[in-house]
C-alpha cells in the first residue's frame, strides 16, 4: 500500500502519454514554446509504461487515468490502453476530444466507461481563440458520440475572467438535455501561461453566477474527490466545481503523477520530481524509490503556496507547464 507522512492512502495514478498536443490551450501551453520544446527526451515506451504501472498495481493503485499533452496523439495510444486494459485497475482518459471517434471501440474493449473531455467554449469562434485550432465541431460531435454509446462524459472547462465566465450560464443549461457533467475548473498557474490572480474565477463567484438562473443542490463527494459535485433540478446531466485555487482538497488527495519523460510527480504542483523511468532503465527495483517520493509529499498543494488569498507569490511558483506535467 502507498501511504505518505500525512497518512494519506495513494491509489490513483495519472500516466501522461506524451507532452504533444494538437491544440494549443492559452491557459495549458507555455507561451514562446522554445524550439525543439518537444525533442530530445527520454520517453517512456509502451513496454516501460506497463512495467511501471504493473508495479504501481501491486503496490495497491486501483485507478489509472491516460492523460498528456493529448493522450489519443500518440500513436501507439490505442496498445497502451489495451494492455493496461489487462490490470485490475479502473481506467480512464482526459482528452480535447478530437481523435475521439477513432477510439470509440478502444475505449469500449478496454472497458472504460468514463471519459473526461475538455471543452473552454459553448462558441465556435471563442473556441479558436482559447485553442489556437478549428476543432470545435469535431470536438462537440464526439461528445455526442460518446454520450449516444453511454460512456460517462465529464466536460472540462477553465473558466477565466472575460473570457469565459459569461458562458458558465449556457454549460448548465447544455446539462438539462443532455447527460454531462461539466465541471468548472479554477485557473492554475503553470510555467509560462500568463496566470494571474485577478483571470481565476473561484468557486464562491461560479455559484453565485449560477444561482442568478437556476436553484441548484449539492451531491456528496467522497473522501478523495477533487471537484465538488452539484445538481440543478430535474437535469439529466451535474456541474461541479475544481477549486484548487481557493478551497483545496489535499486532504483527501490520493493522486501521483507520471510524466511522459517517467519522473513521478507526488503532486500537481511539487517542485521535486523523482526519476522512475532512469531507475527502471538501470533495472533498479522502483518500489522503494516511488514510497521514497511519496515520502516527501508535502502536505498541501507541494508547499508552494496555500491559496490565492494569502500568497501573492502564487503566480512565481517553481513547476513545468501543465502540457508538460500531464493534467
Ligand atoms: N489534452 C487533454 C485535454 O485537453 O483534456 C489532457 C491534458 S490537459 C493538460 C488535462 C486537463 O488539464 C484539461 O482538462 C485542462 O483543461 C486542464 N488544465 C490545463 N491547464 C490548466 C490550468 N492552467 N488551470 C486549470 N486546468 C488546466
Redesign the pocket.
Known amino acids: 500500500m502507498l501511504r505518505d507522512n500525512f497518512n494519506r492512502i495513494h491509489d490513483y495514478l495519472r500516466i501522461s502519454l506524451t507532452d504533444k ?1 494538437n ?1 494549443r ?1 492559452t ?2 501551453n507555455p507561451v514562446d514554446l522554445p524550439k525543439g520544446f518537444f525533442a530530445g527526451a527520454p520517453r517512456m515506451t509502451a513496454d516501460e509504461i506497463e512495467k511501471i504501472a504493473s508495479v504501481f498495481i501491486k503496490e495497491g493503485v486501483k485507478k489509472i487515468r491516460l ?5 489519443l496523439v500518440r500513436k501507439d495510444a490505442g496498445e497502451i490502453i489495451q494492455r493496461l486494459a489487462k490490470y485490475p485497475v479502473e481506467l480512464a482518459i ?3 476530444g478530437v481523435f475521439v471517434h477513432e477510439f470509440i471501440e478502444t475505449f469500449k474493449q478496454a472497458e472504460i466507461r468514463s471519459i ?3 471543452l ?1 467554449s459553448l462558441k465556435k469562434e471563442k473556441n479558436l481563440l482559447i485553442t489556437g485550432r478549428n476543432e470545435f465541431d469535431r470536438v462537440l460531435d464526439n461528445i455526442n458520440l460518446l454520450l449516444k454509446n453511454e460512456f460517462h462524459v465529464k466536460v ?1 472547462m ?1 473558466v477565466m475572467k472575460n473570457v469565459n465566465d459569461d458562458e458558465i450560464i449556457d454549460f448548465i443549461a447544455w446539462t438539462q438535455q443532455q447527460p454531462v457533467h461539466v465541471r468548472f ?6 510555467t509560462g ?1 500568463r ?1 494571474t490572480n485577478e483571470k481565476v474565477v473561484s468557486h464562491q463567484e461560479i455559484l453565485e453566477i449560477i444561482s442568478r438562473k437556476f436553484s441548484f443542490s449539492k451531491l456528496p463527494d467522497k473522501i478523495n474527490d477533487t471537484a465538488k459535485k452539484y445538481f440543478v433540478k430535474e437535469h439529466k446531466g451535474t456541474f461541479a466545481i475544481i477549486s484548487t485555487m481557493t478551497q483545496p482538497f489535499c486532504s483527501g488527495c490520493n493522486r501521483m503523477r507520471l510524466t511522459t519523460d517517467g519522473k513521478m510527480k507526488n503532486c500537481l504542483f511539487s517542485k521535486n520530481e523523482t526519476d522512475i523511468l532512469g531507475a527502471l532503465r538501470k533495472g533498479m527495483d522502483i518500489v522503494p524509490i516511488i514510497k521514497q517520493c511519496l515520502f516527501e509529499k508535502e502536505e498541501s498543494l507541494g508547499g508552494q503556496f496555500t491559496t490565492i488569498n494569502n500568497n501573492p507569490l502564487v503566480s512565481k511558483i517553481n513547476n513545468r507547464s ?2 508538460n506535467i ?2
Not at 67 to 71: D, F, I, R, Y
Not at 185 to 190: A, C, L, N
Open positions: 498536443c491544440l490551450c491557459y495549458c492523460t498528456g499533452g493529448e493522450p482526459t482528452t480535447n473526461n473531455v475538455s473552454d472540462n477553465v475548473i479554477e485557473f492554475m498557474p503553470f501561461n496566470w501543465m502540457i500531464g493534467g
